[in-house]
């Protein structure tokens, strides 16, 4: 190492004015007949929902590819589909929706199959660094028993990463802290 | 050896120049999640301690978001997306963007938002009595050239009042956002400038424990690339992480 990293920052109150974007949301046209909803709530440790958060979330197509231009497979895998999807508001009350493809598996550790996830980072006033998260799907139970990444984590909390079936796609909700604090990853 | 496994089919081969696992996040250089001088922090971080993971294929691939996001040069020119001119210093602020190797990361979103120079922000949330600008929004975005460079021309941001503590005022700054290439190197972080009375007084700022860290927020005056009669240069080099010692692969 020559540089040392640059450090981190809260990404404070009014990113709304920098960083979200009308489309910013869709990681995939949400006419796309394959495109999946995921809603949820980021909740602080009173409970209380976090309106300034925003969340970032990248994820691998249905055939398990990312649009990564730089290398790994090339060009975009899925014409139209970004793999990449921010929500944050102005004025936000503390939930977020963002739209996807359902990733495939992908390749992890030794080659081993990854279950489907999209990964997740998570900022907002008050957190002064990225906090780093999986999502899974609970509609997966065979792909997840396999996973590797989930098997690092403590089995009683491994729920917390589970997306759950609901109307119109899956929710997703975000516990900062509390018995049901989501797990966070060091990655 | 007579007992070779066959080696798990690759499905990907990356380019030459591209990492295929980063260094891992040093913990002495970012602030904690957890920090009693800023108080929003309190029921906003995480009790449990982080999961520590590999890195797959998911942490060392990443978006490239500048096609959609910046639309041309008035995007880097924060001083010309509206009638008049801004009030404030008129400021060119250029730097690099690299990996802890020194190599520069090209073609990368580079995104910032700021204060106008009464302190205020172009947000519904802002309530500090101060003006807002009606010649500035307060919101660039460029993307990296071949030498990793940004380059955007805005005006000097001003400090502003905030309810942490009695008489809390933070520094003057500039907020950044960095995709970098790989979900691994994302970082938002802030820039300030030199010498600021606000320094010593500010949790944000000084949630930084290593001195030479924090120092590495403070843009520099470049005396050289200050246009006459015209704008200030500053200079703020930014750095992600760089590539790890195995590939992602063999990382278990």
Request: hydrophobic share 35%.
């Amino acid at each position: 190492m020559i540089f040392p990293a640059t450090p981190s920052q809260t990404v404070g109150p009014y990113f709304a004015i920098g960083l979200p974007w009308p489309q910013g949301p869709n990681a995939v046209d949400p006419a796309d007949p394959r495109a999946i909803r995921i809603s949820g709530s980021v909740l602080d440790g009173q409970g209380e929902l976090v309106p300034d958060h925003m969340i970032e979330v990248w994820g691998a197509s249905p055939d398990g590819r990312y649009p990564d231009v730089h290398a790994f497979g090339g060009a975009g895998p899925a014409r139209g589909f970004r793999g990449f999807a921010r929500c944050g508001h102005e004025g936000g009350d503390g939930t977020f929706e963002i739209v996807t493809l359902k990733p495939g598996p992908v390749p992890g550790p030794g080659g081993a199959a990854q279950a489907p996830h999209l990964a997740v980072s998570l900022f907002a006033r008050g957190m002064l660094h990225r906090l780093v998260t999986r999502i899974y799907f609970a509609d997966e139970p065979e792909a997840n028993a396999l996973d590797p990444i989930l098997a690092r984590i403590p089995p009683e909390r491994r729920a917390t990463l589970l997306a759950q079936p609901a109307d119109a796609g899956y929710r997703f909700d975000i516990r900062l802290q509390g018995p049901d604090e989501t797990v966070f990853l060091d990655i | 050896m007579s007992d070779v496994q066959e080696a798990p089919p690759r499905l990907w081969t990356p380019n030459d120049d591209t990492p295929t696992s980063y260094t891992r996040e040093d913990r002495a250089v970012h602030p904690p999640m957890d920090d009693p001088g800023y108080k929003s922090t309190q029921y906003r971080h995480p009790k449990q301690p982080l999961v520590y993971v590999p890195q797959t294929l998911t942490e060392v691939t990443g978006p490239q978001l500048g096609a959609e996001r910046v639309h041309g040069p008035l995007d880097a020119d924060l001083t010309r997306q509206h009638e008049g001119m801004p009030v404030g210093q008129r400021l060119l602020l250029g730097g690099r963007v690299m990996d802890t190797e020194g190599k520069p990361l090209r073609g990368t979103l580079v995104e910032i938002w700021q204060a106008n120079a009464a302190g205020r922000y172009r947000h519904r949330w802002d309530r500090w009595e101060a003006p807002l600008d009606p010649n500035f929004s307060g919101a660039g975005r460029c993307v990296t050239d071949d030498d990793g460079r940004f380059a955007f021309t805005t005006i000097r941001p001003g400090p502003y009042p905030w309810g942490n503590h009695h008489n809390a005022w933070r520094p003057a700054h500039i907020h950044f956002s960095l995709l970098g290439r790989a979900f691994a190197q994302r970082l938002v972080t802030q820039m300030y400038f030199p010498d600021d009375p606000f320094f010593d007084y500010d949790p944000i700022y000084n949630s930084i424990r290593d001195e030479q860290a924090r120092r590495r927020l403070i843009a520099r005056f470049d005396i050289h690339g200050t246009v006459p009669n015209w704008a200030q240069a500053w200079e703020f080099d930014i750095v992600l992480r760089g590539p790890g010692a195995t590939p992602f692969e063999e990382a278990w």
